[in-house]
Nanobody, 124 residues
């Protein structure tokens, strides 16, 4: 079992930055693929980015490529999401997820554990 707790969300103006954190507890963190998703009201859960167990392979949705950066610290059992050049359309609840595999997956159904999420609101 893995418990995930996100933090770092908030209200920011368009063009600003936020850094989200996801702290994991439970089974060895380094054995999981970690991903970030987001969900806005009335919309489906959307893949944003994922990182493999070592942190060397990362994947991004086109909508955030070049603006967002995922990283992980396997000593601190934490994954981060650095978000720059934020847009109003980035407003959503951001969720951290863990996948019991070393193969990265972009479908939310491929993830086994989820946090509660942290709200990000970008104002114009």
């Amino acid at each position: 079992q893995v418990q995930l707790v996100e933090s770092g969300g908030g209200l920011v103006q368009a063009g600003g930055s936020l850094r989200l954190s996801c702290a994991a507890s439970g089974r060895p963190f380094s054995s999981y693929v970690m991903g970030w998703f987001r969900q806005a009201p009335g919309k489906e859960r959307e893949f944003i980015t994922a990182v493999n167990w070592s942190g060397r392979l990362t994947y991004y949705a086109d909508s955030v490529k070049g603006r967002f950066t995922i990283s992980r610290d396997n000593v601190k059992n934490t994954v981060y999401l650095q978000m720059n050049s934020l847009k109003v359309e980035d407003t959503a609840n951001y969720l951290c997820a863990a996948r019991k595999s070393r193969v990265v997956h972009t479908d939310p159904f491929g993830y086994d554990y989820w946090g509660q999420g942290t709200q990000v609101t970008v104002s114009s």
